[in-house]
């Protein structure tokens, strides 16, 4: 069966990732990119369905996420490292060219690689995430109800509370299983990513993602100019339908945009038949 889903580690950008992969080795290149707070288990369901589908699908742990890649400075998270691990990852799996496939964090961390290296990405998918420019005039005044949504993220910048919430005064995870399934993911997913964030250094390291945002980074991108897929849902707590639909204006190559009614923020676990279903089909046009 190819959607055996298999370990592995990967040496890029001078750190070890871990990773989940399927399907066959000479299969066309899939990356998946998870965000906050998942890890490859997120993408357990595309993995499969893409490996039966005939691809080769790799979902990497990205920085921060597995103990190999897990630099201590907040500045080690900037986006420039995470768009650098990115392509790293790409070169070690031989990946020339690739389809691109990308979730919350991981899902703009895709738009700017789309952005900069058009001639390595063959199509782009993105899960949830819209544009950031699109994202950035619902935040400066175009959707008031997005910067309502924005401030629990905010939250995440300031120093050493949000572990402490989020964590517990045990280290059990407790506030944030609080959070993920007040946003409607379910509790194996909850408990897996847990098990990760709840490890040394861990949660600073994800929450170091947030913190080395800077605010004026993104003004200056172009349009993405690949084939893309962009997937929102009306049940999402943290993206708003403003800047969902505002996407299309930020991309002038060929452009499908796909709404899943009721579902959360958490696409990939939680709608992931209905989620590979629109990336095969994507795929298969490109």
């Not at 040496?11 to 290149?29: H, I, K, M, Q, V």
């Amino acid at each position: 069966m190819s959607g055996l889903i298999n370990h592995l580690e990967i040496d890029a950008n001078d750190l070890t990732f871990t990773a989940r992969a399927s399907g066959p080795e000479d299969g066309r290149r899939v990356l998946l990119l998870h965000g906050f707070p998942q890890t490859s288990w997120a993408w357990r369901g595309q993995l499969g369905a893409l490996a039966d589908a005939g691809f080769r699908a790799v979902a990497p742990d990205q920085r921060g996420y597995c103990a190999g890649a897990r630099p201590t400075a907040m500045t080690d998270y900037a986006l420039e490292h995470l768009l650098a691990d990115a392509m790293a990852i790409a070169d070690a799996l031989e990946m020339d060219t690739f389809d691109l496939v990308g979730h919350d964090w991981g899902g703009l961390v895709s738009w700017l690689v789309a952005t900069r290296y058009p001639d390595r990405v063959r199509s782009l998918t993105v899960v949830s995430t819209p544009h950031p420019l699109a994202l950035q005039h619902a935040l400066l005044g175009g959707d008031p109800q997005q910067a309502a949504r924005a401030k629990s993220t905010d939250a995440f910048r300031t120093p050493d509370v949000p572990e402490k919430l989020l964590l517990g005064a045990d280290g059990s995870g407790a506030g944030l299983a609080s959070l993920l399934a007040e946003s409607g993911l379910h509790e194996a997913a909850t408990q897996a990513y847990i098990a990760v964030l709840a490890q040394p250094g861990a949660m600073t390291a994800a929450l170091n993602w947030y913190r080395s945002m800077g605010r004026n980074e993104l003004f200056d991108l172009t349009p993405v100019t690949v084939p893309t897929l962009y997937v929102w849902s009306t049940g999402d707590a943290a993206f708003g339908r403003m800047a969902a639909e505002a996407t299309a204006d930020c991309v002038t190559g060929p452009y499908t945009f796909e709404v899943l009614d009721d579902v959360p923020h958490w696409i990939p676990e939680m709608a992931p038949v209905d989620l590979s279903k629109l990336i095969i089909d994507h795929l298969s046009t490109t």
